[in-house]
Each structure stands twice: as structure tokens, then as C-alpha cells.
């Protein structure tokens, strides 16, 4: 998804109608204050984070070190979105338009060809939930270098799937986002995880 969130959500004042709707996204810590907030709890998050980046990468043999680089895009889309309390706004949130001029609003995005490769160009109205962090987001995408782009890209799809990988993968990916972030200290059984990762996937079908 990037920096946006697309895909078809029931309508808050349609019940019976389901609706495309573009919500904030992006970020490959928990929420903005990760980024924004000066403790030095936060410090030192952000700084395993650039380590992290980096170590996966390595992993995927890609030696380029692009950790900071992300950091940096992803503060300034942090800045740009809104806070928890102004997402839980059910007024402000609900933004219907006509696709056409949605896609016109965010042209960075290239909306269009999402819609029309995923089926969905035929629906005449979307929902957008937080207005003014995509009309930040547009600029801040065309401000950015085309490697900036390339390597954020890059990391959210490896990362995304890190804890499938092999052993290293999981190991790095599990050091981060559960020891660093959680404070857990040691990873469940193989067996525990894979079932997990299969309850996940097609435990209703199941």
C-alpha cells in the first residue's frame, strides 16, 4: 500500500454498500509519535530502527546503507498524518467524492491505474479519510528523489516479509519489532509460530 491505504470498506452511512476508501499509511513504526516525540525512549527506537533497515538489507544483499534515508522520508510523512484521537473522528474521516476528482487531487498517487488494475475503476465515488495528509503526502513524494522512492519501496516489501524468509530474516525482523518495541526476549517455538502463521492466514476457511 505505501504511503496510502486503498481498498474497499463497508460505507459508514451505507451499511449495505461497500466503498473504496484511501486512509494514511506508510509508516514502519507503530504510529507518528515514534518519530516525532523527543523522549529518549523514542531516541533510541528510531535509532535501532535505521540499524534494522540496515541489517535486512545486508541480508538481501544489498549493501547500500539506506536506513537513515528512510528514516527521514518516513518523519516527514509522520508529520504530515493525523493523530490517533483525530482518526477516531467519524465526521472528519468521512470524505466522499467522485473518483475522478480524487484522482485528480493526487496525482503523485497515480490512483487511476490502482483502480483500473485491481478492478475497481468503475466506481464512481470514493472516501479519502484524512484530507489534508494526502494533499501534504502529494508534494511530499514529488519533492523526493527518485532513490529515496525506489529504497522506501524496497524496504516495505523485504521487511513485510522478513519473519518468512529464512532463520537470519526472522531473527533480525523478531530482535526489532518484538524485543526493541515490545520488550520480548525470546521468540515462541517454530511450531507455535507457523500455526500462528497459518490461523492467520486461513483460520476462517479452517
Same mark, same amino acid.
Given at each position: 500500500?505505501?504511503?496510502?491505504?486503498?481498498?474497499?470498506?463497508?460505507?459508514? !452511512?451505507?451499511?449495505?454498500?461497500?466503498?473504496?476508501?484511501?486512509?494514511?499509511?506508510?509508516?514502519?513504526?507503530?504510529?507518528?509519535?515514534?518519530?516525532?516525540?523527543?523522549?529518549?525512549?523514542?531516541?533510541?527506537?528510531?535509532?535501532?530502527?535505521? !540499524?534494522?533497515?540496515?541489517?535486512?538489507?545486508?541480508?538481501?544483499?544489498?549493501?547500500?546503507?539506506?536506513?537513515?534515508?528512510?528514516?527521514?522520508?518516513?518523519?516527514?510523512?509522520?508529520?504530515?498524518?493525523?493523530?490517533?484521537?483525530?482518526?477516531?473522528?467519524?465526521?472528519?474521516?468521512?470524505?466522499?467524492?467522485?473518483?475522478?476528482?480524487?484522482?485528480?487531487?493526487?496525482?503523485?498517487?497515480?490512483?487511476?491505474?490502482?483502480? %483500473?488494475?485491481?478492478?475497481?475503476?468503475?466506481?464512481?465515488?470514493?472516501?479519502?479519510?484524512?484530507?489534508?495528509?494526502?494533499? %501534504?503526502?502529494?508534494?511530499?513524494?514529488?519533492?523526493?528523489?527518485?532513490?529515496?522512492? !525506489?529504497?522506501?519501496?524496497?524496504?516495505?516489501?523485504?521487511?513485510?516479509?522478513?519473519?518468512?524468509?529464512?532463520?537470519?530474516?526472522?531473527?533480525?525482523?523478531?530482535?526489532?519489532?518484538?524485543?526493541?518495541?515490545?520488550?520480548? !526476549?525470546?521468540?515462541?517455538?517454530?511450531? %507455535?509460530?507457523?500455526?500462528?502463521?497459518?490461523?492467520?492466514?486461513?483460520?476462517?476457511?479452517?
Amino acid at each position: 500500500d505505501g504511503e496510502g491505504q486503498k481498498g474497499r470498506k463497508n460505507d459508514k !452511512k451505507n451499511s449495505e454498500k461497500y466503498i473504496v476508501t484511501l486512509a494514511q499509511s506508510g509508516l514502519g513504526l507503530p504510529n507518528r509519535d515514534y518519530y516525532l516525540k523527543e523522549e529518549d525512549k523514542f531516541k533510541n527506537i528510531r535509532s535501532e530502527y535505521v !540499524k534494522h533497515i540496515d541489517a535486512i538489507m545486508k541480508l538481501a544483499g544489498i549493501n547500500q546503507k539506506m536506513g537513515q534515508s528512510i528514516l527521514d522520508y518516513e518523519t516527514k510523512i509522520a508529520k504530515a498524518q493525523w493523530s490517533i484521537t483525530e482518526q477516531r473522528d467519524p465526521v472528519k474521516t468521512y470524505n466522499k467524492m467522485p473518483t475522478m476528482v480524487a484522482c485528480d487531487m493526487n496525482p503523485e498517487l497515480n490512483l487511476a491505474n490502482f483502480l %483500473e488494475k485491481n478492478g475497481l475503476d468503475k466506481d464512481h465515488e470514493m472516501i479519502i479519510s484524512q484530507l489534508s495528509y494526502f494533499g %501534504e503526502l502529494n508534494g511530499i513524494i514529488h519533492d523526493a528523489s527518485l532513490e529515496t522512492l !525506489k529504497n522506501y519501496q524496497l524496504w516495505h516489501i523485504i521487511g513485510s516479509y522478513a519473519n518468512h524468509i529464512n532463520d537470519d530474516f526472522e531473527k533480525e525482523d523478531f530482535r526489532f519489532y518484538n524485543t526493541i518495541l515490545r520488550g520480548t !526476549k525470546e521468540m515462541k517455538p517454530k511450531s %507455535e509460530r507457523v500455526l500462528n502463521s497459518v490461523n492467520g492466514l486461513l483460520g476462517e476457511p479452517m
